[in-house]
């Protein structure tokens, strides 16, 4: 069973361009969050997302980032017009399903590899 | 609200020495507690998990305790390998917040031979 898929692995941008990140989960994840990590910090949540809904995207910024998971193919983050503090690792994971909440229980989530954005 | 803090690095150790990497959160409802080791340019690793209070997680000579009554999660390895010299993240994960994880700022490991 293939682990979560990121791709590109690296991504080299100007400023002003698009980015586009693809995040494939694993077989049979259904849930699928975003992170980011800037240069000597830990990751921060950006957006949760089911299959064609968004249902938390508390940590996106308001504008220039967008994120999709459509009923078929990979999630997508999208960066409109980068500027170079979006440079950073963003990472992808998946998780099986929800559990519900009980406490003791947890929903583990499988992260990718990440892609590596600069932005020039 | 949640988060988590860890103790800052660089951490420099010889092979073989004890390592403690402290941590501590502050969280509602009913956390999870993890640790993840990242190695340079890869993605996180889930090291071990804790679901309950007074849960041990486990694995590969790593141990960490989840404490309620003082709200830490200290990662423990009695003797570091070369090997081991990655970041470490403290994080939790919220159930009654949708099971997004908040990660500590993590603790970079240098073991030397």
């Known amino acids: 069973n293939a682990g979560v898929m990121q791709n590109p692995r690296h991504l080299v941008r100007r400023r002003g361009q698009e980015a586009r990140l693809r995040c494939s989960p694993m077989k049979g994840h259904s849930h699928v969050y975003w992170y980011r990590q800037l240069p000597e910090e830990g990751l921060k949540f950006m957006v949760y997302l089911q299959k064609e809904n968004i249902i938390d995207e508390s940590g996106m910024p308001k504008e220039r980032f967008s994120a999709e998971f459509p009923k078929e193919g990979p999630s997508i983050l999208r960066i409109q017009q980068v500027v170079r503090g979006d440079s950073a690792a963003y990472f992808c994971a998946s998780s099986p399903r929800d559990r519900g909440m009980v406490a003791g229980s947890y929903n583990e989530q499988f992260f990718g590899p990440g892609t590596r954005l600069t932005v020039l | 609200g949640n988060s988590v803090t860890q103790m800052e690095g660089p951490v420099t150790l010889s092979e073989e020495a004890f390592l403690t990497i402290n941590c501590t959160y502050t969280?509602?409802?009913?956390?999870?507690l993890f640790w993840y080791v990242q190695y340079p340019g890869e993605g996180l690793q889930l090291l071990l998990k804790a679901t309950k209070a007074d849960d041990k997680g486990s694995n590969k000579g790593f141990e960490a305790t989840y404490r309620k009554e003082t709200t830490s999660f200290h990662l423990e390895k009695g003797s570091v390998q070369v090997s081991d010299s990655a970041v470490y993240f403290c994080?939790?994960?919220?159930?009654?917040?949708?099971?997004?994880?908040?990660f500590g700022s993590g603790t970079k490991l240098n073991v030397k031979p």
């Open positions: 969280a509602t409802g009913y956390p999870s």
């Open positions: 994080a939790l994960s919220d159930l009654y917040n949708f099971n997004k994880f908040y």
